[in-house]
């Protein structure tokens, strides 16, 4: 191996290492000063045997070179060696394509939070006609105006909300890719804005809060209005308002690695809170309930983590545990009993229901439940299929 072309490489300084990666494909690592000096030095042109001749004058050391460049390959840093360009997928294409970093920059002004703090402030000081209620979400005596009502905003704030978090993700580069996911038992649609890690951390607190901005900015527009108005449209209004804060208590589940959990992980120092927590869990786990034929003595892996981290790891996998056993006991209680009874009636009424309406309204709930619960197998399954070993930045 004589010379290595790099693809384009961003870069910021962590502490004493420097992230770095593409944005293009959100892939990063943590590379301690030598290993950016030698990714420098590379870029320069300069082959791995004139790169470690450089360290070691440098340093002192002998730097394994060729295994470093091994690594870069890995991670799909290298675009060419020895003249030969490399055979790599093509990163995903990211959803809406047409839009460029320089079409939102303003995104990332800090006037846009000031604007949305004095919004909110302005909301809660006029005090408008929103009660906290179910009353408010029942605005008409038609129930299919409620649901098509419900079914129309809440579609739409999250698809706002999503997009909110790829545009501003989009405003420092990073591509971003809108996709249906799952968080336990739950269908949700999230957005992948790997590579957001390179940014400066105000915009990557900008870009992971800017989805519960939307709704809190939505909330109040749609409150002062109804303030502003009277009969049907304040009831309409009043509804949208509760509407758009109705998802904004999910963002605290932090162990489903929601919005939150993301500024957590950043405001922490953490690289990787979630997938360090369940590796700690499943460590104590293991300790706790020992099974025959399987090492006891295994290190802990929160030991490898700087203290700061390894800290917030400890506390995270508490709540991990606890919120994890509460929501699926929840699920087992509650959701699925509910959901098999619907369904097992839904059956028995669309083959012996006393009525065509009956038996049209059976098989619309069958046909309906079937279909969410298969989209969620399937993009559980995808999923699974999809994930591969993340890009853990190394120490």
Known sequence: MNRVRLHTLDSRPDGDEWIVGRRATGRFVALPEVGKQALDLLDQGLTPAEVGARLRTRTGDDI????????????????????????????????????????????????????????????????????????????????????ALGAGVGWSLLLLHECAHLLTARATGVAGRIRLGTRLQFLVLQTDISGIELAPRRHRLTAYLAGIATNLTAASLAALAAGATTGTPRRVLAAVALLALLPLPFQLLVFMRTDLYFVLQDLTGCRDLFGDGVAYTRYRARRLLPRRGRRTDEPDPSLGLPAHERRAVRGYSVVLVVGTALCLAFFAAVTLPADLTLFARAVVKSGAGPSAWDRLDGITVVVTLGALHALWLRTWWRGRGLRRTPSRPSR
């Open 64 to 147: 394994d070179v060729p295994d470093f460049v091994e690594a870069l390959l890995g991670l799909g840093f290298v675009a060419e060696v020895d003249g030969r360009a490399i055979d790599q997928e093509p990163p995903p294409a990211p959803t809406l394509a047409w839009i460029r970093p320089r079409h939102v920059r303003r995104l990332l002004s800090p006037v846009v939070p000031v604007a949305v703090a004095l919004l909110i402030a302005v909301t809660v000081l006029t005090r408008p006609p929103v009660p906290l209620d179910y009353r408010t979400l029942l605005w008409s005596s038609h129930g299919s105006a409620v649901i």
